[in-house]
């Protein structure tokens, strides 16, 4: 069997090797992150084209991939995400990185779950790049002292804490800006009221009965809760733009994904010192998580394949993986990857999805297109945009809505799918 090495170094031979690489990463964190890529792309004698495209929450550049593709214009590598991997397998149009997988033993590095989602009928046609946990509480400890409010541990203990920052004169959290944020919210809130075993049901596997169930009803009224507790000029806010807010001291707290360390060691920082990184409170029993793929599209020139060969083998390259998570704010998906030099919040991080893989409490998130994708994850978006910008719309109406839409939805897929 050939080396890791080795492919590289074939992949390097024969001239200078080029690769167009089609993402939605276009905030500081994220750009910082590619600029990784690209520097240890350049390293090995490729040329990497960062083609990024911003907004959406990565909707714009899956309209860009697709018309790229019909103007023959296909990328060597795109941002796509892995239940969407599984659609583009059927199209005819994906490449193959499986020599590069044999000769990386990437079965052997990567988590079963992981290697699964980035193969195509037992092949891999993708690279992943980390590993984020969505339901983190990102909290500025300065504010959270000088107005004598504790972390919050618990839901109860959340709801004082949100109430107490109000009377203080303080946005309790910054968030809502989009239905995106929203729906990220929504995943965290989803699992204070059950464990990882309701989220599987309810957001991931779509049971009728999880979707229209009173746990289901009782997150929906804890949504509203938050809302009642954020900006209310937050409308069109960037999700990166709130992290700010609470790196500031603008707003006391925020529901976001790992990501936000990035911005928040961009802001000169640190997670886990000046900005506390916290479980969700009531998600002690659940690791909502994604990770970000690339695909291999086919590509006729040969420059352009042994750009794709080196490009994987870079991303699972220890080097690479420290490097990029440090600067992403993810952890590293290959595994036992050194974590030294890393902040306390990515430590933790790992530790809980250790134990949360041992539990059987790793979920994949539906708001960011880890469960759901297409016209589900559409019907989802729009009941739960209806419910927060509708004060009037019961959480009992927004369950039968849901519950109702997703069925739909799920026919209409399988009908457009035969």
């Keep these: 069997m050939a080396s890791a090495a080795g492919v590289a170094s074939a992949?390097?031979?024969?001239?200078?090797?080029?690769?167009?690489?089609?993402?939605?990463?276009?905030?500081?964190?994220?750009?910082?992150?590619?600029?990784v890529l690209k520097q240890m792309l350049a390293d090995e004698g490729v040329d990497m084209n960062n083609d990024a495209v911003s907004g959406g929450g990565g909707a714009n550049a899956r309209t860009v991939l697709k018309?790229?593709?019909?103007?023959?214009?296909?990328?060597?590598?795109?941002?796509?995400m892995p239940p969407a991997i599984d659609q583009w397998c059927q199209t005819g149009l994906i490449g193959s990185l499986d020599k590069v997988a044999e000769a990386g033993n990437w079965d052997k590095k990567l988590a079963p779950r992981v290697a699964e989602g980035v193969k195509c009928d037992g092949k891999y046609v993708a690279v992943p790049f980390?590993?984020?946990?969505?339901?983190?509480?990102?909290?500025?400890?300065?504010?959270?002292?000088?107005?004598?409010?504790?972390?919050?541990?618990?839901?109860?203990?959340f709801v004082d804490a949100l109430k107490q920052l109000k009377q203080a004169g303080i946005t309790p959290i910054a968030g809502g800006g989009n239905t995106w944020q929203?729906?990220?919210?929504?995943?965290?809130?989803?699992?204070?009221?059950?464990?990882?075993?309701?989220?599987?049901?309810?957001?991931?596997?779509?049971?009728?009965?999880a979707l229209a169930s009173d746990k289901m009803v009782k997150a929906f009224k804890r949504l509203r809760t938050l809302k009642q507790y954020t900006d209310p000029d937050a409308a069109g806010l960037s999700w990166n733009h709130n992290t700010g807010l609470v790196v500031r001291g603008e707003a006391a707290m925020q529901i976001m994904g790992d990501w936000a360390k990035g911005e928040i060691i961009?802001?000169?920082?640190?997670?886990?010192?000046?900005?506390?990184?916290?479980?969700?409170?009531?998600?002690?029993?659940?690791?909502?998580?994604?990770?970000?793929?690339?695909?291999?599209?086919?590509?006729?020139?040969?420059?352009?394949?042994?750009?794709?060969?080196v490009?994987?083998?870079t991303v699972m390259s220890p080097k690479f993986q420290r490097r990029f998570n440090k600067a992403k704010g993810s952890i590293p998906v290959r595994e036992k990857?050194?974590?030294?030099?890393?902040?306390?919040?990515?430590?933790?991080?790992?530790?809980?999805?250790?134990?949360?893989?041992?539990a059987d409490a790793l979920v994949p998130t539906m708001s960011q297109d880890q469960a759901e994708?297409?016209?589900?994850?559409?019907?989802?978006?729009?009941?739960?945009?209806?419910?927060?910008?509708?004060?009037?719309?019961?959480?009992?109406?927004?369950?039968?809505?849901?519950?109702?839409?997703?069925?739909?939805?799920?026919?209409?897929?399988?009908?457009?799918?035969?």
Aim: proline share 2%.
């Design 337 to 358: 990857t050194s974590l030294k030099g890393f902040d306390q919040c990515a430590k933790k991080s790992a530790k809980l999805y250790q134990k949360a893989k041992k």
């Design 311 to 313: 490009f994987a083998n």
């Design 11 to 35: 992949a390097n031979s024969g001239g200078k090797s080029q690769i167009d690489v089609l993402n939605w990463w276009t905030s500081g964190s994220e750009a910082k992150s590619m600029h």
């Design 373 to 418: 994708i297409g016209a589900v994850k559409g019907a989802i978006f729009d009941v739960i945009a209806k419910f927060y910008n509708t004060d009037k719309m019961s959480a009992e109406a927004a369950v039968e809505a849901l519950a109702s839409r997703v069925k739909q939805a799920e026919q209409m897929s399988s009908l457009s799918a035969g």
């Design 130 to 157: 980390n590993i984020h946990r969505v339901n983190w509480l990102w909290v500025n400890k300065s504010l959270m002292r000088e107005t004598g409010v504790d972390i919050p541990r618990s839901w109860p203990d």
């Design 67 to 80: 018309s790229r593709i019909q103007s023959h214009r296909t990328p060597g590598m795109a941002q796509v």
């Design 182 to 209: 929203v729906a990220t919210e929504f995943d965290a809130v989803v699992a204070t009221v059950g464990d990882a075993e309701f989220y599987r049901k309810a957001l991931v596997e779509l049971d009728q009965r």
């Design 266 to 309: 961009n802001d000169g920082k640190t997670p886990g010192k000046e900005i506390a990184c916290v479980t969700m409170p009531g998600n002690d029993n659940a690791y909502i998580y994604n990770n970000d793929t690339f695909v291999a599209f086919k590509v006729d020139a040969k420059a352009k394949r042994k750009g794709q060969a």
